[in-house]
């Protein structure tokens, strides 16, 4: 009897594979589980679940190169949504470094990256008007959530660029709103440097409800803190014995030294209270080095 030569290979090897409880295909439905992980965190919110399904996704064995690094990028942005600065670096650059072949992917990490450089977009050149600033952020929020900052053009700004408005939406517990950077201190170790900042207080505006009644506690509060290595503070000023009260523009400063150790340098402004923030024309120097 003449035997098929490919068609008894096929049946050897499937039966080799049975014997032993192996499965040598890839896992099918890895494309499947990371649009899945997609959607429930950008659809239902829920940046916690998210997180753990595309860990697991990227632990899986046998995954495509390019699921996998698609995974690992979605790592990286919901950990810097849930405002885990540091960790989404890490794994920005984990995905720089291990999936070079991934042209796409490597590029957007490489954007993140290079963010975490320095301050970017102090003046409010960049983006569209009632959006968060580029190069800014706001800490992670419930998904019903309203921004706590935005930017402007024109009207109610000091400069004719553009500023920022700091507020605090009424369905999120407790009464602060920020918005702020985080990047590298590599390229500041060892220097002084001066954040500066012109901020003013709305605390009587017209709401949904009517004139808002200020609160005594409404105030403005410009910050600088420096994150050393293994998790220790730095250098840290969140202007509490000088906030800002006003309504009329002022100018702020903190000045700091950044230390040997310092890995991050983060600041931003806080609406403390209730009460609207606008904050312009930024700066951010080297005022002396040792």
């Known amino acids: 009897m003449q035997i098929n030569l490919p068609i008894a290979m096929g049946i050897s090897l499937a039966l080799f594979a049975a014997d032993i409880h ?23 919110g829920d940046l916690a679940g998210a997180l753990r399904d595309y860990r697991a996704i990227a632990a899986q064995a046998g995954a495509p190169r390019s699921v996998s690094a698609r995974a690992y990028l979605r790592i990286g942005l919901c950990e810097e949504k849930l405002g885990q ?17 991934q042209t796409e992917v490597v590029q957007f990490a ?9 301050p970017r977009n102090l ?24 921004y706590l900052a935005e930017l402007r053009r024109g009207e109610g700004c000091r400069s004719r660029t553009g500023c920022a408005l ?9 009464t602060t709103g920020n918005l702020m950077q985080s990047f590298s201190a590599a390229a500041y170790v060892g220097k002084t440097v001066r954040l500066r900042a ?34 220790r503070n730095g250098f840290s000023d969140d202007m509490h014995d000088r906030p800002v009260k006003s309504a009329d523009w002022t100018q702020c ?37 040792r």
Not at 257 to 280: K, T, Y
């Open 22 to 44: 192996m499965d040598i295909r890839p896992p099918a439905d890895s494309e499947v589980r990371l649009e899945a992980a997609i959607h429930r965190e950008i659809v239902a």
């Open 85 to 101: 600065r540091k960790e989404a670096y890490d794994t920005y650059r984990r995905v720089a470094t291990d999936y070079a072949d």
């Open 123 to 146: 003046k409010f050149e960049e983006g569209v008007a009632g959006r968060v600033p580029p190069g800014w952020f706001v800490p992670s929020l419930p998904k019903d959530a309203d």
């Open 253 to 289: 400063e903190i000045v700091g030294e950044i230390g040997e150790d310092a890995r991050f340098i983060n600041f931003g402004v806080m609406s403390i209270g209730g009460g609207r923030v606008w904050v312009d024309d930024v700066s951010f120097d080297v005022i002396s080095a």
């Open 166 to 174: 700091v507020l605090v939406p009424r369905n999120v517990p407790g």
């Open 110 to 118: 490489r954007t993140k990256l290079a963010a975490w450089s320095g």
């Open 198 to 231: 012109w901020l003013r207080l709305e605390r009587f505006f017209l709401t949904s409800a009517g004139f808002r009644i200020p609160e005594p506690e409404d105030r403005a509060q410009m910050w600088l803190n420096v994150e050393r290595a293994n998790r």
